[in-house]
Nanobody, 116 residues
Framework: QVQLVESGGGLVRPGGSLRLSCVASRKSYPLARMGWSRQSPGKQRELVASITLSGNTTYANSVKGRFTISRDIANNAVSLQMNNLEPEDTALYYC??????????WGQGTQVTVSS
C-alpha cells in the first residue's frame, strides 16, 4: 500500500478557490491512476475527479467546468484546482490511488468548507 498525504483544505467563501495537493510516499514506480473523492455528513463518498498515467481525466458532473485535476508523474503527486466553490462542495476530500497491480490506497482526508 502507498501512503498518501493531502494538503490544501480550508475555509473559503462561495465563489472562492482552493487547491488541494497530494503526494505519495512511494516514488519507485508511477501509480496507474490518482484521484480525489469527497464525503459529506450523511452522504456516500463520491468520486470527484481522477486522472490516469496517460492523462485521461474523469469528473463528476457537479464539478465539471469548475475543478481541474492534474498530476506530477515523476513525484507521484496529484492536485485538484477548485474554482467557483459552492456550499455544496463542503466535504472531507480524500486523495486516492491505484497502482499497476490494481491495489487501492487512500489518504486521511482534508476538510473543505465553503461558507459565507
Amino acid at each position: 500500500q502507498v501512503q498518501l498525504v493531502e494538503s490544501g483544505g480550508g475555509l473559503v467563501r462561495p465563489g472562492g478557490s482552493l487547491r488541494l495537493s497530494c503526494v505519495a510516499s512511494r516514488k519507485s514506480y508511477p501509480l496507474a491512476r490518482m484521484g480525489w473523492s469527497r464525503q459529506s455528513p450523511g452522504k456516500q463518498r463520491e468520486l470527484v475527479a481522477s486522472i490516469t498515467l496517460s492523462g485521461n481525466t474523469t469528473y463528476a458532473n457537479s464539478v465539471k467546468g469548475r475543478f481541474t485535476i492534474s498530476r506530477d508523474i515523476a513525484n507521484n503527486a496529484v492536485s485538484l484546482q477548485m474554482n467557483n466553490l459552492e456550499p455544496e462542495d463542503t466535504a472531507l476530500y480524500y486523495c486516492s490511488s491505484v497502482d499497476v497491480f490494481n491495489s487501492p490506497s487512500w489518504g486521511q482526508g482534508t476538510q473543505v468548507t465553503v461558507s459565507s
